[in-house]
């Protein structure tokens, strides 16, 4: 199983970027798909996820900027960011927990984008 991420970059304070994140391999079911950060000198912290039924999880520290999302095979999870801040430059990494063809549980790391914000 291999989740590829693209979309990071740099942009200004205020502006917008879309990230994005791909599963692919021998995939019964994703049960959550959604993305990780860590910043210089942090820890790397949860900040989005999408789970299979739907429901959605937002840090405080994102709420209301960040929306995820999923597309219709439920594989692809998206990262809408809006009115970015230079706190929220980090690596951003997607994660998912799924459950494979064989049946048994695994969980998967894509390889990490920079977004950088500049004030």
């Known amino acids: 199983v291999q989740l590829q991420a693209s979309g990071g970059g740099l942009v200004r304070a205020g502006e917008s970027l879309r990230l994005s994140c791909t599963a692919s391999?021998?995939?019964?079911?994703?049960?959550?798909m959604g993305w990780y950060r860590q910043a210089p000198g942090k820890q790397r912290e949860r900040i989005a996820a999408?789970?299979?039924?739907?429901?959605?999880y937002y840090a405080d520290s994102v709420k209301g900027r960040f929306t995820a999302s999923t597309d219709t095979t439920k594989t692809t999870v998206s990262l809408q960011m809006n009115s970015l801040k230079p706190e929220d430059t980090a690596v951003y990494y997607c994660n998912a927990d799924m459950t494979t063809l064989s049946g048994t549980y695994s969980n998967a790391w894509g390889q990490g984008t920079l977004v950088t914000v500049s004030s």
């Open positions: 391999g021998s995939i019964s079911s994703i049960n959550d």
């Open positions: 999408v789970a299979k039924n739907g429901a959605r």
